[in-house]
């Protein structure tokens, strides 16, 4: 009851404000800079407290000559920003104004489950193999149709045409007529095969024929480049774990993936062989 009062009191209070400083000192050919900070008014964090750092600059004048005392060298390293979680993802699509509160679950939820991205040990989103090539894929061949401001400016639109300012005719024409005829000029340019096949010396023990490394939904494989005709398939070496079904005491225990792109481990014998392992 405390935190639920605390909060909501908090919600209907002032905001705190801080006085930032910022010192810039010049020695011949160098730089240095000091900031620093100092609540001024408490505002909401007199009933619902969070930490804040508070440094106190001493007192100067503009072109005050100062006295050198120490010289303190420290090395800075520039950190990447952190990766999106669920929660940072939708605060940047509202940023962005990229789409509406009804529009983030399936956004995030659609580019989980066709694999473009995957959440690591931590709960954060990073890209998959599949990911990053349908990404260079839309940047290179789409780049209008996947740049921020465009999508921005079509959901302002969309806002428009629900308002009765806009008509929803003129707003269609003006994005598919220019978009299907680059989509029907991409389909005569560009090859699958380019970005999802890739040739190899291997041969399948299947049919004969050659064998490719394929880019599927849930990473590479092998697959008969003669497919659909041989369903031939055979896990990349890395996959491959070096040790003997239990089952069948002739295959080996491969990773795999299911259609919800949960981990487990399988004979790759199958099926001729259905042992599986759940993690």
């Not at 389909?187 to 394929?214: D, H, M, N």
């Not at 790759?268 to 259905?274: G, I, L």
Request: proline content about 7%.
């Amino acid at each position: 009851y405390d935190l639920i009062w605390r909060r909501f009191t908090a919600c209907q209070m002032a905001q705190a404000i801080f006085n930032s400083i910022t010192i810039d000192i010049e020695a011949r050919n160098y730089s240095f800079r000091a900031t620093g900070q100092i609540l001024k008014f408490d505002g909401f964090l007199k009933v619902y407290p969070i930490k804040y750092d508070e440094t106190q600059l001493p007192p100067l004048e503009k072109e005050e000559v100062l006295e050198f005392l120490k010289l303190s060298p420290q090395q800075h390293f520039t950190q990447p920003p952190p990766r999106y979680t669920e929660a940072t993802i939708i605060k940047a699509l509202e940023s962005e104004g990229i789409g509406r509160p009804s529009t983030y679950a399936p956004i995030i939820s659609t580019i989980q489950e066709r694999n473009y991205i995957e959440k690591d040990e931590k709960r954060y989103f990073r890209p998959t193999e599949i990911g990053l090539v349908v990404n260079d894929l839309l940047v290179e061949h789409f780049p209008k149709i996947v740049d921020i401001k465009f999508t921005a400016n079509m959901e302002e639109g969309l806002d428009k045409i629900a308002q009765g300012q806009r008509d929803w005719t003129r707003l269609i024409e003006e994005f598919y007529i220019p978009f299907s005829q680059n989509l029907e000029q991409k389909y005569q340019e560009v090859s699958k095969k380019e970005f999802t096949e890739k040739p190899t010396k291997k041969t399948c023990p299947k049919c004969g024929a050659p064998l490719l490394i394929r880019l599927g939904k849930f990473g590479r494989f092998y697959a008969c480049s003669k497919y659909p005709k041989c369903k031939y398939t055979e896990s990349l070496p890395e996959n491959i774990l070096g040790i003997k079904c239990p089952k069948c005491k002739e295959g080996e225990i491969v990773e795999k993936r299911t259609k919800r792109n949960k981990l487990f481990y399988g004979c790759n014998r199958f099926p001729k062989c259905d042992y599986a392992l759940w993690d």
